[in-house]
Every structure is written in structure tokens, then in C-alpha cells.
């Protein structure tokens, strides 16, 4: 613990310098080894013993990881390495890699400035892997390489030493072809991945030991040395002489930027405000005299401490006692009761916190992931997280004991609050509540932690598909009457362009940005002049225009249409699911004078029926999620793993050979994925190795629609007859 306390203080000082500072985050596919290279970054830093180191897997202090062996929640820790006779902090994270837990991934990107890419040496690059990249890069965050798992070439597959420089240069080639494709600017720029440049290392995690062309003119240590060792088996010189988190961590304080640099470059992508006023120059430098600016990136919950808010903090300090608002709540003052950083799953408290650093706080009760933490009552937000998969999968909830019903809706708003890739609906009325995840693993693990840790006891359905609502085809002017029938509020809808989603999906068009910044961003995308400037509104997907000119009250009124147009979208007319991709263009308005006649329980139910009226008019149809399919069987089973993505509504449309084993590429419902575990092992006798990746949703085929939409609509306890428009417009 001596040593554990040392670092702490070591910590502690080096906090308030910038420069000697580095963030960084550990991505990489699934089971490609990154907590146990953390673990060996941790012993190297003194944090554990070496002896534990591999086999500890500290960062996973979550039980449920150590059962399953994976990471499920992104950790944090901080941890000094010298560097040329100089302390350096290193502030890393070590994220999940399977596809359920993504969405941690994304968080973890905006806290950090640098990530290492793990690579496996015998898989390779694998679709997780670029995913993670792609995560990184979109947040303007450099990545090294480490190529893991390269005494399994020499052991298991048996390659010369020629060869193994071969397959190594070859996964090299491969991150470097992701990173030209994602953003060739960056690449351009010096982002490209050289291992003669220092920005690779090669080696392995579980035996502790790594090489880069750097460390191997300090060490001595050649690829001939390394291969030799390999096949003697003699892992423990090539530790001794050339230990993995030395050369790591040389690579991390050498190559990747320090807070100083990295915000000139991160802030104006990640923040939309003003970058010449006085906040925004404060967040470029990277100023701790400057106005608090903090973006949390994640929240847990501590039993002694309650609530613990971590980010990233680019501006400013953090004291104990000071008042800070949460941007997008109330604004009430929250007072921050500790101030303190993580080291792995124990918190240690400090004193102050300055810009540039990984901050958790307590006290910030409006705190949600993904919020703006100021000192300022005004501050434009920083641009919001843009998660790279969608909750696919729902599973309703019950409590077992009524009397748990109240713990469970207290306990259903904390999960949401700590992982906000999943969706949850609360229905106080039925006690029937929904929660929706990434994929059966992912709302497997949250169903048993509220069992465990929050000690409620439910019963969960079987899981079933998360669909969404569009529209196929144009309608104009659809009348709403209010009930009164003094106010008319009238509507054309159609599909909103892909091209303009995908700018949304990637945060480049939002209502965060100023208006000017988002009218040429909508124009350069070939979006109409007069709709580019009169955008009122963007809600997932769907935007609504205001195609009026100088109507009386309409102002006063825009808020309440606005509800109304949300709760339309919350549920689509066919099936009550949520609605994507729909442009509504508000055409004209007609509205009573005196104000009591043209509140919210007259322009609601008018704006609501509108669309709802409307979307069945333009030909509303259901879209279904579907996964990417990635199966690698030796030859002979090809077969089997063709048959059992076509047999799944699926398609097949690659496959590639390497060596003896070929990789099938496609795609499926995930309606239709339930239970492939099991069927993909029995097809190919247990030799079948698979991905799935998210892949968007695409509509239901137009013979399923009916008797998809009355299977949801009879699940929810809605009437079972299709809907028609009538239903919804004032006759």
C-alpha cells in the first residue's frame, strides 16, 4: 500500500502541469487483450505487484467481468511513468471491446486525447477494431498501435521469422488503410502509423514484454532476439530486458500530444461556441484560471458517496465547495461535496483539479452523461455523444414483490442515468417497464445488477426487437384541428434525405450550433436555401421547417407545437414505436386570438394527430435493426455458415480466404438472430468464430408489415385492427 500511496502523491503534483500530462484511452476489438495489458501498464507504474499482473485484471473489479472474463464498464486510473529523467501522469482508461458496450467506448473518446489500438497478431484487425478507431478519430483523438499476441505466431502458427515481420507489416498496412479511409486528413498530417517512427509496438501482454524499433536500439533487443526467445519459450528474458510497460509508455509520453496541444486540435470539433470569446480561448489553452468548462463522460454510483460524476475537465479548477451548474437542467446551483480522481475502482480524493485532467466529483446531482459542467449561468454545450449503435433489443421488467415496485422505478432512473445507451421506459400505470439495450448480452448483465447490487428482485420477459417508424412516400398540407376547433395548424411530411441524416447521425448538423454554422452546413449538403434557414427544430433523426411568413402568436405558440410534434415521434401511428427519418414542414397556421384558447390542451392533440394523421397518409411503414454478420470456419463448414445467415432472412455479399480458413460477411435481422449462438455452434460442429456489428435499420419487407405490426400492437394492448388516418384527423 506504501507504494499505492507514493503514487498518489506523485499524482497529485503532477496534476497542475499540462504539459506533463497525457490522457489516453485502450481500445480493441473483443478478447484481444486489453485489461491484461492494462494490468501490466499498472505494475510497471507500481500500482500492483508484477507477480498479479495478467492475472489480476484490475481494472475489471466489477464481478460479473471477472465470471465472464470481459470488460463491461470503461475504468479509469492515473499512474506515473518517467520518461528521460522526467514524471509524467498518465490518465488512461481501459475501455470494453465487445459491441454491446459501445457505447462506453464513445464516452470514453471525448475524456481522452491519445488511444492505444490493440491489435491482435493472429486475428488481426477485426470489425470491432474499426469501429473503436473510427470512434476515435471522430473525436479528433491520436492513436498509437500495439500489436498483441506475437509469440502465438511464432508457438501456434508456426511462422519463420521472415514471415512473421510479413503478417506483422501486413496488420500495420491494415490500421493505416482504416485511418487513410476514416480521415485522410489526419493521416496526411502525421497521424499515419510507422513503426519506424516509433508509433508501433509489437509483443505480448500476458507475457509481459514488448519491442519498438526505439526501445530496440536502447535494449538490443532485434526481431531476431525476439523471435529466438518466442520458440525457447523464454518469455521471462525478453520481460527483463524489454518490459512491456516501459516501452508503452515511452511510446504514449512520446508520441501522443499532451492537454496543451490536444485542445487547440479537440476543441473547435467538440465545441460549437465562439472560440474567440473569453471561455473558448480559455478551453484552447487549456486555461485552470479560466471558466470552469467539464464534459461527463461517465457516472456510477458509490454506496457511501452516492452519485460520482467523471469527465473531462478542459478549462478551469475544481474545488471542493464550489458552486457549478449543469447546462440543459434547471440550472440550480449543485455544490461539489469531493474532488477526486480514480485510481482503478478506488477513488482517492484531492484537493484541486486543474484543466486537462480526468476529474470525479460528487455533488453534481444534475449531472447526466454527456452534460456541460460551467461555472457560467451561459455557455454554449459542448456537442453532444454520438453513439455508433442504437438499442435494438427490449426486454420488459416487473418487480417480483409489489411492495419493490417504487424501489424498482428509482432504480430503472439511476440505470438510465449511469449507461445511457439504453433506453427506458417507465409505465406507472401497467408497472410494466421496458428497457432497452444494445443486444441480449448487454440487457442480460443490467437485469442482473439490479439484481444484485440494487437488491430488487424481478422478472424479466423474453427479450424482443426494438423496431422504428418512417414514412415511404409525400404528403402536404395535412390539417390538425385543436379540440376546440378554433386553431388549424397545417403540415407536409416526407422522408428526410439520407444525406442529411447521416449528418445528423454524426453530430455535424445539430440546435447546438449556431445558426449560421448549421444553414451552410444543410446547404453544402444540397439542402433547400429557404428550409436550411428556417430549421425550428431537430429530434433524433427527423427535423421540422417553419414554412410560415409573419403569423400572429406563432412565436409563443412554437414551444407547445414542438411538444406536441415529440410526443407524435415518441410513437408512430402503426405500431406506437419510435420515428426516424421524417421531415415536417409546419405550411401554414391558423390561430384564435385570445390566448386561453390556444394553450397546450388545444395545440397539442391538434399537432399530434397532424402527424400521426399525416405519416399514414405518406405511406408509414416499420424499419427493423439489422446486424452485421462476420463468421470465420475452416473451408469445409463454409456451408454451414452461409446457410445459417441466408436462413435467417440474412444475405451474404463477401467472403474471403486466408490460409485454411474462409470468412463469411453479411447481414441479418436481429429479429431473427435470437438463438444463433447455439445454432452457429451446432451447424459447424463448435469451430465457427463470429461477429456481430450494428448495421442500421432497414424497412420490414412489405408482406411482414401487417402481421408485424399487429404482433406489436396486440403486445402492447392496443387495438388490433390496422390503423387508418381517420383515427387520428379531426373529421
Avoid at 451561459?378 to 455508433?388: A, G, M, N, R, V
Wanted: glycine share 10%; with cysteine.
Amino acid at each position: 500500500m506504501v507504494r499505492g500511496k507514493k503514487s498518489v502523491e506523485r499524482v497529485t503534483e503532477l496534476m497542475k502541469e499540462p504539459k506533463h500530462i497525457r490522457n489516453i484511452g485502450i481500445v480493441a476489438h473483443i478478447d484481444h487483450g486489453k485489461t491484461t495489458l492494462s494490468d501490466n501498464l499498472l505494475s510497471g507504474a507500481g500500482i500492483i505487484s508484477e507477480e498479479l499482473a495478467g492475472k489480476q485484471l484490475f481494472m475489471d473489479s466489477d464481478p460479473e467481468e471477472q465470471a465472464r472474463g470481459i470488460t463491461i464498464d470503461a475504468s479509469n486510473v492515473s499512474m506515473v511513468h518517467e520518461y528521460e529523467g522526467q514524471d509524467y501522469l498518465i490518465n488512461m482508461i481501459d475501455t470494453p471491446g465487445h459491441v454491446d458496450f459501445g457505447g462506453d467506448v464513445t464516452r470514453a473518446m471525448r475524456a481522452v486525447d491519445g488511444a492505444v489500438v490493440l491489435v491482435d497478431a493472429v486475428e488481426g484487425t477485426m470489425p470491432q477494431t474499426e469501429t473503436v478507431l473510427r470512434q476515435a478519430l471522430k473525436e479528433g483523438v491520436r492513436p498509437v498501435l500495439f500489436i498483441n499476441k506475437v509469440d502465438r505466431l511464432v508457438n501456434e502458427l508456426k511462422v519463420d521469422e521472415m514471415e512473421m515481420q510479413i503478417r506483422l507489416g501486413k496488420v500495420i498496412d491494415k490500421v493505416n488503410k482504416l485511418i487513410k479511409g476514416m480521415n485522410e486528413e489526419a493521416y496526411n498530417s502525421g497521424w499515419k502509423l510507422d513503426a519506424g517512427a516509433g508509433t508501433v509496438a509489437f509483443g505480448s501482454a500476458l507475457y509481459n514484454w514488448a519491442v519498438s524499433v526505439p526501445f530496440m536500439k536502447k535494449s538490443g533487443i532485434s526481431f531476431k532476439i525476439v523471435f529466438d526467445k518466442c520458440r525457447a519459450g523464454d518469455m521471462k528474458y525478453l520481460a527483463k530486458n524489454s518490459p512491456l510497460s516501459d516501452v508503452l509508455l515511452d511510446i504514449v509520453v512520446h508520441q501522443l500530444p499532451n492537454p496543451l496541444e490536444a485542445q487547440k486540435r479537440r476543441i473547435p470539433i467538440i465545441w460549437h461556441g465562439d472560440k474567440e470569446s473569453k471561455e473558448g480561448k480559455a478551453m484552447i489553452n487549456c486555461d485552470p484560471k479560466g471558466a470552469v468548462a467539464m464534459m461527463v463522460t461517465d457516472i456510477s454510483f458509490d454506496p457511501h458517496a452516492g452519485e460520482v460524476a467523471t469527465g473531462r475537465l478542459f478549462s478551469g479548477s475544481l474545488k471542493r465547495g464550489d458552486s457549478l451548474y449543469v447546462m440543459g437542467s434547471a440550472m440550480k446551483e449543485n455544490r461539489l461535496q469531493q474532488v477526486g480522481i480514480f485510481m482503478g475502482p478506488k477513488r482517492v480524493e484531492v484537493e484541486e483539479i486543474v484543466g486537462g485532467n480526468i476529474a470525479a466529483v460528487t455533488g453534481l446531482r444534475d449531472a447526466f452523461v454527456g452534460s456541460t459542467v460551467t461555472n457560467l449561468l451561459e455557455i454554449t454545450p459542448f456537442e453532444s455523444l454520438k453513439h455508433y449503435s442504437e438499442p435494438v433489443m427490449t426486454v420488459a421488467v416487473e418487480a417480483k414483490n409489489m411492495k419493490d415496485l417504487p424501489k424498482l422505478v428509482e432504480v430503472l432512473r439511476q440505470v438510465a442515468k449511469e449507461d445511457p445507451t439504453l433506453v427506458i421506459t417507465i409505465n406507472e400505470e401497467t408497472g410494466e417497464h421496458l428497457i432497452s439495450g444494445m443486444g441480449e448480452l448487454h440487457l442480460e448483465i443490467i437485469c442482473g445488477r439490479i439484481k444484485r447490487d440494487k437488491g430488487v428482485e424481478i422478472v424479466t420477459s423474453e427479450p424482443i426487437v426494438v423496431y422504428r417508424e418512417t414514412v415511404t412516400g409525400k404528403v402536404e398540407n395535412v390539417e390538425g384541428k385543436s379540440p376546440n376547433r378554433h386553431n388549424r395548424f397545417y403540415f407536409t411530411l416526407e422522408p428526410l434525405p439520407d444525406g442529411i441524416v447521416d449528418l445528423i447521425k454524426k453530430g455535424e448538423v445539430s440546435m447546438n450550433q449556431q445558426a449560421l454554422e448549421r444553414r451552410d452546413a444543410l446547404l453544402k449538403a444540397g439542402f433547400d436555401k429557404d428550409d436550411a434557414k428556417a430549421v425550428k427544430m431537430i429530434k433524433g433523426t427527423n427535423m421540422l421547417i417553419d414554412r410560415t411568413k409573419g403569423i400572429q402568436y406563432l412565436n409563443e405558440t412554437m414551444e407547445l407545437i414542438i411538444e406536441g410534434i415529440g410526443e407524435a415521434l415518441a410513437g408512430g401511428p402503426l405500431a406506437d414505436e419510435p420515428v426516424q427519418n421524417l421531415k415536417m414542414s409546419l405550411t401554414d397556421v391558423k390561430l384564435h386570438e385570445d390566448a386561453i384558447h390556444r394553450g397546450p390542451a388545444q395545440v397539442i392533440p391538434a399537432v399530434r394527430g397532424a402527424i400521426k394523421g399525416g405519416m399514414l397518409l405518406a405511406g408509414d411503414s416499420l424499419l427493423e435493426p439489422v446486424q452485421k454478420l462476420q463468421i470465420s470456419v475452416p473451408m469445409d463448414q463454409m456451408g454451414a455458415a452461409t446457410s445459417q445467415i441466408q436462413g435467417r432472412r440474412g444475405q451474404v455479399f463477401d467472403m474471403q480466404s486466408e490460409g485454411d480458413t474462409i470468412s463469411v460477411v453479411g447481414k441479418a435481422p436481429v429479429a431473427e438472430l435470437f438463438g444463433f449462438a447455439g445454432d452457429i455452434r451446432s451447424a459447424t460442429e463448435g469451430r465457427a468464430m463470429w461477429n456481430t456489428e450494428f448495421a442500421g435499420f432497414e424497412l420490414v419487407p412489405n408482406n411482414m408489415v401487417k402481421e408485424v405490426v399487429v404482433g406489436i400492437r396486440k403486445r402492447k394492448g392496443l387495438k388490433e385492427v390496422m390503423p387508418t388516418p381517420n383515427d387520428y384527423l379531426a373529421v
